[in-house]
T-cell receptor, first 110, second 112 residues
C-alpha cells in the first residue's frame, strides 16, 4: 500500500492479471480524490477521480474505490498491460489544495 | 494542443548559481503551481499563484522565487540559497471545473 513516507512500495503483476494499488489518505474532511500515473521522467497524468459522496467509480479498465470509514482509496486495473508499468499515486483535496501520496511502482511482467 | 510546457527538460547548476525553470500553459487556467519531487516522497508544494501578479508560498518555499506577470507563464528561480536543489520539478495548472491538475513534463535539476 501507499502512505506518506520514505519508501516507495512496489507491485509486480503478470500481464493480463488484475492490479490493485492502495492509498491511505490523511484527512477525513478531504472531499475529492484523484489517481495519477507517472511514467519515468514524465509528468503525472490523470487516470480517474472520485468525490467523497461516492464509493466507487469506473473508467476504462480502471476502477477507484473509496472507503471513507478507514480513509482508504484503491485503484484497480483490469487486464494489466506492459504499458501500465509506472508509478501510481493518489491525491486528496482538502481546503482547495491537493496533497499527494508517495506512490506505488507497478511493474508488469510479460 | 493545449497543455503545459516546461523547459528545459534537464538543467545543471553549479554551486552558487541561480537558475530559472520555465513553465508556460495555453489552457487559460487561472491557477499555477510548482512542486518538487524527490525519490520516495510525495510532491511538495513550493509556490502557487491563483491570479496574475499574485503568488503564495507553499510548504518548501525557502531558496526559491517565482513571478506571475502573465497568465500563461509562471517561472521558478532556484536561488543559491537552496542548499539541496537536485530534484525533479513539476509545474501544474488548474481551473475551476477541470479534473485536478494538468502537469507539465518536468525539469530535472542537478547540481554539479
Amino acid at each position: 500500500g501507499e502512505s506518506v513516507g520514505l519508501h516507495l512500495p512496489t507491485l509486480s503483476v503478470q500481464e493480463g492479471d488484475n492490479s490493485i494499488i492502495n492509498c491511505a489518505y490523511s484527512n477525513s474532511a478531504s472531499d475529492y480524490f484523484i489517481w495519477y500515473k507517472q511514467e519515468s521522467g514524465k509528468g503525472p497524468q490523470f487516470i480517474i477521480d472520485i468525490r467523497s459522496n461516492m464509493d466507487k467509480r469506473q473508467g476504462q479498465r480502471v476502477t477507484v474505490l473509496l472507503n471513507k470509514t478507514v480513509k482508504h482509496l484503491s485503484l484497480q486495473i483490469a487486464a494489466t498491460q506492459p504499458g501500465d508499468s509506472a508509478v501510481y499515486f493518489c491525491a486528496e483535496m482538502f481546503g482547495n489544495q491537493f496533497y499527494f501520496g508517495t506512490g506505488t511502482s507497478l511493474t508488469v511482467i510479460p | 494542443d493545449g497543455g503545459i510546457t516546461q523547459s528545459p527538460k534537464y538543467l545543471f547548476r553549479k554551486e552558487g548559481q541561480n537558475v530559472t525553470l520555465s513553465c508556460e500553459q495555453n489552457l487559460n487556467h487561472d491557477a499555477m503551481y510548482w512542486y518538487r519531487q524527490d525519490p520516495g516522497q510525495g510532491l511538495r508544494l513550493i509556490y502557487y499563484s491563483q491570479i496574475v501578479n499574485d503568488f503564495q508560498k507553499g510548504d518548501i518555499a525557502e531558496g526559491y522565487s517565482v513571478s506571475r506577470e502573465k497568465k500563461e507563464s509562471f517561472p521558478l528561480t532556484v536561488t543559491s540559497a537552496q542548499k539541496n536543489p537536485t530534484a525533479f520539478y513539476l509545474c501544474a495548472s488548474i481551473s475551476p471545473g477541470s479534473y485536478g491538475y494538468t502537469f507539465g513534463s518536468g525539469t530535472r535539476l542537478t547540481v554539479v
